[in-house]
């Protein structure tokens, strides 16, 4: 087990959410003392702090920003929602290049108010990406689209399956549109495993895989379910068991830890980075 650790702890990338407790500079400073060389940021922070101000904190860090959170929500069936939704992906896209990083990620959005049509729903996910390609190759980032919890289907994510996100993403050419791999979302799919097979693809540029996230499932859910993500171990998923699939599927990327929970945002960041490298040398390498 142990000769994975070095690659593995290189590629290790803590997930801004994760210590929403600490600034910018802290998570820049905290990652740095920690040996965590990668960092995954989200908009509304990063525009508070300056964009141009952020890629350079992290930058002089010795850090690198693996991935930006988020774009998407291009489910409105509105045609001004929908060209206000895709004027902010544009500016996401000008942010992500900003930062550095070649991936952002995006978040489908749920079904428009009184609207039951999943599939047409999925089309307009779809019709968005078409849009954006050709802006986010021009700036050297992929979009990534990641499938989410079916119990977001409503209110967040139509794209629930990593079988659907592959559907929509396959439309376009694999280095403009990948999908995300968070084991939170799709630990309870008995075609995953197969799913990851299938998003490497050949391997090298035609590999869909543009980021893989973890954290565990607990029980039982909190209210409002967004917050409910579990420390690595404390859960229901075999955190190991996606590694080694996304590994043998060719991905050799970042592994970001991205945990949503109040319970951690309580506690001394450096203590929780600490915890979190610990459990993923015990449940991830």
């Known amino acids: 087990m142990s000769h994975n650790t070095p690659s593995l702890l290189d590629r290790l990338s803590l997930n801004?959410?994760?210590?929403?407790?600490?600034?910018?500079?802290?998570?820049?400073?905290?990652?740095?003392?920690?040996?965590?060389?990668?960092?995954?940021?989200?908009?509304?922070?990063?525009?508070?702090?300056?964009?141009?101000?952020?890629?350079r904190l992290i930058r002089d860090a010795g850090l690198r920003v693996t991935s930006l959170c988020r774009g998407g929500f291009f489910t409105a069936a509105d045609p001004g929602a929908r060209a206000a939704a895709l004027d902010d992906n544009r500016a996401a896209l000008d942010e992500a290049a900003a930062l550095g990083t070649d991936t952002l990620v995006l978040v489908s959005g749920g079904l428009p108010p009184g609207s039951r049509d999943l599939p047409g729903a999925r089309e307009r996910v779809a019709d968005a990406l078409g849009e954006l390609a050709p802006y986010a190759a021009e700036r050297g980032v992929r979009l990534a689209l990641e499938p989410l919890h079916p119990m977001y289907a409503a209110d967040r994510c139509v794209v629930s399956t990593l079988a659907q996100a592959l559907d929509l993403a396959e439309r376009f050419p694999a280095d403009r549109v990948g999908v995300v791999v968070d084991t939170y979302h799709l630990w309870w799919d008995d075609t995953v495993g197969a799913q990851i097979g299938r998003a490497g693809g050949t391997g090298g540029a035609g590999s869909r895989l543009a980021a893989f996230q973890l954290a565990?499932?607990?029980?039982?859910?909190?209210?409002?379910?967004?917050?409910?993500?579990?420390?690595?171990?404390?859960?229901?998923?075999?955190?190991r068991w996606f590694r080694e699939r996304v590994e043998t599927a060719g991905y050799r990327g970042p592994?970001?830890?991205?945990?949503?929970?109040?319970?951690?945002?309580?506690?001394?960041?450096?203590?929780?980075?600490?915890?979190?490298?610990?459990?993923?040398?015990?449940?991830?390498?």
Do not use: K, Y
């Open 255 to 285: 592994v970001e830890v991205e945990i949503f929970n109040p319970a951690l945002w309580a506690r001394d960041g450096a203590e929780v980075l600490a915890e979190i490298v610990q459990r993923v040398r015990t449940h991830v390498v």
């Open 16 to 55: 801004q959410e994760t210590v929403r407790q600490w600034s910018l500079p802290e998570l820049a400073d905290g990652c740095a003392r920690a040996g965590v060389r990668g960092v995954g940021l989200w908009r509304a922070p990063v525009q508070q702090f300056g964009v141009a101000a952020a890629a």
């Open 216 to 239: 565990d499932w607990v029980t039982p859910l909190p209210e409002g379910v967004l917050l409910g993500r579990g420390q690595l171990g404390d859960g229901s998923v075999d955190l």
